[in-house]
């Protein structure tokens, strides 16, 4: 056989491994996540908070962390957004030119996504404790944006690097301002990529459990106000795994399996709802 | 004194539509890309500007709506007159200079919108609101780029759906939209067919009863079909420059000479 051919073979059968691994393993978790978790999923584990006894094997739910990890994923994507598109849009469109201040902020921003979230939680702490503010909501939102902010503006950075110069030259010599050449063409040329950041930055921030546990703590009721504290599902999957009882254990993958729904519905309706604005758009 | 009387000189030479430059250098970096630069260029007519690759001549296009601005490490001084108005003087506006001028580069670059939209940006982007207005706008430009026809009933699909050939008319007419008195083409054709190629060309012969157009190409038979006036470029200098014919059939550098001949290129 020739070497190409070889090589060829080779390669493919590496590419087919590497793809049938990755695929076995989310097969794997999420069959024992619907495995372990569907006996143990009831109206009331997603209607109800957990009552008295709850964590013994009483009778309850996971509402709380439900609405706790909506509001801090939620919160903390949307005050992410408005940090970071005007860094994306600052670095890709006012800054276009090379320059060693853009790269030291994209390197920045590439170490601090690989800071691990506990240190979030901890740095987030002490923020706390300099305004003097208690385990809640607001403390949970700004830590969690502070742990995704790196991710957003570089999973955005990425994509507005595709942006040909050109396009940006066309803009212009229409007359348009940078202002306008940042929202009218950069945003809409890239707006798959951008929700794409945002679903990323929203998937860390309602999967992350190190960084809400000082912060926004955790609570059996619903917080109604920025104030109080806020229970996440991560945390609720991870105390309810820690009881003895075989049927708490049961429903922390009960908790598991109604936090990947979450994400997974999340994740569909907004590429749905971005393909069908975008359908005779771009 | 003497700066002095040039200027009123160069100013009074400047008509509306003209493009005048003076002591015109540009350097990227370290790199002297365009030497002392001084030429005005004809109204109302289309002027060419060839030479090798590399010679300078899409700097100089860049310099004429500053697109030149954007690019890393460069410096320029001198002037370049458009109507009168030094482009590069600190109070000079970057967008109004860029209305009054239409691009059309390489390869066509639509906007991520309708072909509607395409056209109606710029006109919507200097304060035309009526959708009216717009309407008429965006048909009677089609009509200038002769796409109208193509593509009257489906102005609300995406541009970038369109053949390339197209989506460079779609350019001009969008150029054309913001009402320029200049247009520039940067080897406008490169990138297309014969066909379309050609529409363009002939566009041009066209438009330049109403429009200064300035086109870098490197087609020398291009630039015999098209071109009134010409400039030859080599190294970053204009070797020659004068009317077409003049230059195709008895240029008076050696360079020139050359070139035409297809010695080098």
């Known amino acids: 056989m020739k070497r190409y051919k070889i090589e060829e073979k080779v390669f493919n059968v590496l590419m087919k491994v590497a793809t049938g691994i990755i695929l076995l393993s989310l097969i794997w978790i999420l069959a024992t996540i619907v495995y372990k978790g569907l006996p143990y999923m009831s109206w009331d584990m997603v209607s109800r908070t957990p009552q008295g006894g709850f964590y013994m094997g009483k009778e309850g739910g996971v509402l709380n962390a439900i609405v706790g990890s909506l509001y801090l994923a939620g919160g903390s994507t949307i005050l992410a957004l408005f940090i970071s598109l005007p860094v994306v849009l600052y670095l890709n469109v006012y800054r276009r030119k090379k320059s060693a201040f853009s790269t030291f902020i994209r390197s920045s921003l590439d170490i601090l996504w690989g800071i691990p979230s506990i240190v979030y939680g901890a740095f987030g702490f002490t923020l706390m404790l300099l305004f003097g503010l208690k385990t809640s909501l607001l403390a949970g939102i700004i830590t969690l944006t502070l742990l995704i902010i790196p991710i957003m503006i570089r999973a955005m950075d990425e994509v507005m690097l595709t942006i040909p110069k050109g396009l940006f030259e066309a803009s212009y010599s229409l007359g348009a301002t940078r202002f306008e050449t940042a929202t009218k063409v950069a945003i809409r040329k890239t707006l798959p990529g951008i929700v794409t950041a945002i679903l990323i930055s929203f998937g860390r921030a309602v999967g992350d459990a190190a960084s809400v546990l000082f912060t926004a703590g955790f609570t059996d009721n619903i917080p109604t106000s920025l104030s109080q504290p806020a229970a996440s599902l991560p945390l609720a999957i991870f105390f309810q795994l820690g009881t003895p009882v075989p049927e708490v254990q049961g429903r922390a993958y009960a908790s598991a399996l109604i936090l990947t729904l979450l994400i997974l519905a999340i994740s569909l309706s907004s590429r749905y709802f971005t393909k069908r604005y975008l359908k005779n758009k771009i | ?265």
């Open chain 2, 1 to 265: 004194m003497t700066a002095k009387l040039k200027m009123s000189q160069s100013d009074a030479a400047c008509a509306e539509g003209s493009i005048c430059i003076n002591n015109l250098n540009v350097y990227y970096g370290d790199r002297h890309a365009l030497k002392n630069i001084n030429i005005n260029l004809p109204t109302r007519s289309i002027t060419a500007i060839i030479g090798p690759s590399g010679c300078g001549k899409t700097t100089l296009l860049k310099c004429f709506n500053r697109l030149i601005d954007s690019v890393d490490d460069i410096t320029v001084t001198g002037q370049v007159l458009v109507d009168g108005d030094d482009i590069f003087a600190p109070e000079a506006e970057v967008t109004d200079i860029r209305k009054r001028m239409g691009l059309l580069s390489q390869r066509p670059y639509p906007l991520p919108m309708s072909i509607y939209e395409n056209v109606a940006f710029g006109p919507k982007l200097h304060g035309v609101k009526e959708k009216s207005k717009l309407n008429e706008i965006v048909e009677h430009y089609l009509k200038e780029a002769s796409l109208w026809d193509e593509v009257k009933d489906r102005l609300n699909t995406p541009a970038s759906r369109l053949s390339i050939g197209q989506q460079q008319r779609l350019c001009l007419a969008r150029g054309l939209a913001v009402e320029p008195d200049i247009i520039l083409g940067d080897e406008p054709t490169s990138a297309l067919d014969p066909i379309s190629s050609h529409h363009i060309e002939q566009k041009f012969l066209e438009l330049k009863k109403e429009y200064t157009i300035v086109v870098v190409t490197h087609i020398l038979r291009q630039a015999r079909r098209i071109a009134d006036y010409l400039i030859f470029m080599y190294m970053g200098e204009i070797v020659e420059h004068g009317p077409a014919k003049e230059i195709l059939e008895n240029p008076k550098e050696k360079r020139t000479q050359e070139y035409v001949k297809g010695i080098i290129s």
